[in-house]
C-alpha cells in the first residue's frame, strides 16, 4: 500500500526550539508539499518541492524553510518555534504531471509549541 | 489571499438530507476542481473532481454541480449517512501539479 509517512503524530516543543518534521514517500514522486491546517483557513501550502533539492515558496513561508536531500525524503523545519505556529502539519507527494493531481496526504503531524 | 473561497464552515443535517458545500474561484487559468475528504485523524482524500469543461458530475452519491460562467461550484451529497461525517475541502489546480485549497467544510450527519 502505497503512503505518505509523517515521523510523529504529535509533538510539543518549548519557544525557540528548533523544530524539525519529517516527511517519507514510497512512490517514487517527484513532487512533495507542506501544507498547515487550521479551523477556518483550511489547507496553505507552506513550501513545495519538485525534485532533488529544488524548493518553491508557497503562500506562507515566513517562519519556515524546507530541505530535501533525497527524492523520498521532505523535511519542514521551524528554525524558531513560535506559539502562533502551533497548528497541524501535512505533508502531501504527487508525481511530476498527473491529470488527476495524484495528491497523497500523510496524516499529519500537531504540532504544539508552549 | 485564498485563490478559492469555501462555504459554509460547518453544516449539520440529520441522515437522508442533503448537505451542499459551495467553493468559487477568480483565476480562470484553474483546470481541475477536486473535493477532498478528511476523516479525523486522517489526511485529505480525493473524493470526487471535475473539469470546466463538465456542469455536472456524480460518483456514488456525490455531486459536484459547476457553473463556469459564476466561477462556482459544489458538492452534494445525496442522502447522506452518518458515515460521510467528515471534514471537505474544494481545490482548484492549474498546471498538473500545484491545488489550491479552499478553507474547509465540517459536515455532520446526525442519525
Redesign the interface.
Known amino acids: 500500500d502505497v503512503k505518505v509517512t509523517q515521523s510523529s503524530r504529535y509533538l510539543v516543543k518549548r519557544t525557540g526550539e528548533k523544530v524539525f518534521l519529517e516527511c517519507v514517500q514510497d512512490m517514487d514522486h517527484e513532487n512533495m508539499f507542506w501544507y498547515r491546517q487550521d479551523p477556518g483557513l483550511g489547507l496553505r501550502l507552506i513550501y513545495f518541492s519538485y525534485d532533488v533539492k529544488m524548493k518553491e515558496k508557497g503562500d506562507i513561508p515566513e517562519g519556515y524553510s524546507v530541505s530535501r536531500e533525497k527524492k523520498e525524503r521532505f523535511s519542514l523545519i521551524l528554525e524558531s518555534a513560535s506559539t502562533n505556529q502551533t497548528s497541524m502539519y501535512l505533508c502531501a507527494s504527487s508525481p511530476r504531471w498527473h491529470r488527476n493531481y495524484g495528491y497523497t496526504f500523510g496524516s499529519g503531524t500537531r504540532l504544539t509549541v508552549v | 489571499q ?1 485563490q478559492v473561497k ?1 462555504s459554509p ?1 460547518s453544516l449539520i443535517v440529520q441522515k437522508g438530507g442533503i448537505p451542499i458545500i459551495n467553493c468559487a474561484y477568480e483565476n480562470t487559468a484553474f483546470d ?1 476542481f ?1 473535493w477532498y475528504q478528511q476523516f479525523p ?6 473524493l470526487i ?1 471535475i473539469r470546466p469543461d463538465v456542469s455536472e458530475k456524480k460518483e456514488g452519491r456525490f455531486t459536484i454541480s459547476f457553473n463556469k460562467s459564476a466561477k462556482q461550484f459544489s458538492l452534494h451529497i445525496m442522502d447522506s449517512q452518518p458515515g460521510d461525517s467528515a471534514t471537505y ?1 474544494c481545490a482548484a ?1 492549474k498546471g ?9 467544510t465540517t459536515v455532520t450527519v446526525r442519525a
Not at chain 2, 41 to 46: E, T, V
Not at chain 2, 96 to 104: D, I, R, V
Open positions: 485564498q469555501q464552515q481541475y477536486p485523524g486522517k489526511g485529505p482524500a480525493l473532481a475541502f489546480g498538473g501539479y500545484k491545488l489550491s485549497f479552499g478553507a474547509g
